[in-house]
């Protein structure tokens, strides 16, 4: 959470409207487990009015790096004074309808967290079971290679593991395959070969000698 630009009058309008503010009503049913949630709808129709009494506006900004999915919020007061956060998440399906999802989710998560809002979670329990359901793990020759290409080409295996947001090489869905080719790709420079180089060296002699 980024605290750099809050001011006093930001916080005493914070602990106000979470003394006002009343938890979301349970009004969206879950189809995978039967279970009743507070969708963002409902969260927004619970803390803007309450919000807006107490001087503060919420902006939130999303995001897609084309493996996450990134939420940006930030609780704004009146007299300029602001704090955001970011909160990301790997969508189940990387089409228009799965990136739309997940940005609802994350947007209906990070509202509640910021304005102390509680509301039932199944819909995230949800999408992790959606995505384990839906891609393979890629193969054993796969992760071979995506460790080859690490080593290769000098990458920190951690910050890589942590980027695409699993455990071990061995975790990746196959449907990251293409993007993580095309990461490596730009990675990597033209390389100039001993061949080349003495071929180079030659016509330079001969220009000199002529």
Known sequence: MDLDHSTPELFASIAKMQGEVENATKGSVNPHFKSRYADLAEVLNTIRPVLAANGLSVIQSPSFDGVRVCVTTAICHSSGGYISGEISCVPAKH???GVGAATTYLRRYSLAAFTGVAQ????????RTEQRATYQKITLAQASAIKSDLEELAID?????KHYGVATIADI????IPLIEKA???KRKPKTTEATLNATLEAITKKVLA
Do not use: I, R, V, Y
Not at 157 to 161: N, V
């Open 95 to 97: 089409d228009g309808q």
């Open 120 to 127: 039932e979670d199944d819909d995230g329990q949800m999408a």
């Open 157 to 161: 295996e951690g910050a890589f593991l």
């Open 173 to 176: 869905t196959a449907e990251k």
């Open 184 to 186: 490596f790709s730009s």
